[in-house]
């Protein structure tokens, strides 16, 4: 079994340019890459700060909801424990 030698028919410089067109492309898709990175970055921080200002800003109102909710159930046990009293003994205002 013979084989026939492979002949190639194009030039070194052609190759290397079309070597180097690639390589072009591909800097600028990384720059291009790059970039966008960039502006996603400053997006995701400037969402994070939002995020941040609603914290602190439902800790606020959690902690007046939770001053009102003790204060209600305060007033609650206090009902309860007047009512016990007067239930059983009822003379004691008198």
């Known amino acids: 079994m013979s084989q026939t030698p492979i ?13 180097n067109q690639k ?3 591909l800097q600028k898709d990384i720059t291009d890459i790059k970039i966008g990175q960039i ?6 921080k400037g969402e994070i700060k ?12 959690l902690d ?6 003790r204060s209600v159930v305060i007033g609650f046990v206090l009902a309860l424990t007047a009512g016990a009293i007067k239930l059983f003994f009822p003379n004691i205002p008198n």
Do not use: C
Request: no cysteine; charged share 30%; proline share 0%.
């Open 39 to 44: 502006k996603l970055e400053a997006e995701l």
């Open 7 to 19: 002949t190639v028919t194009y030039s070194l410089e052609e190759i290397l340019g079309q070597i």
């Open 23 to 25: 390589l072009d492309v």
């Open 64 to 69: 007046t909801q939770e001053f009102i909710n």
């Open 50 to 61: 939002a995020l941040e200002t609603e914290v602190k800003g439902i800790g606020k109102r």
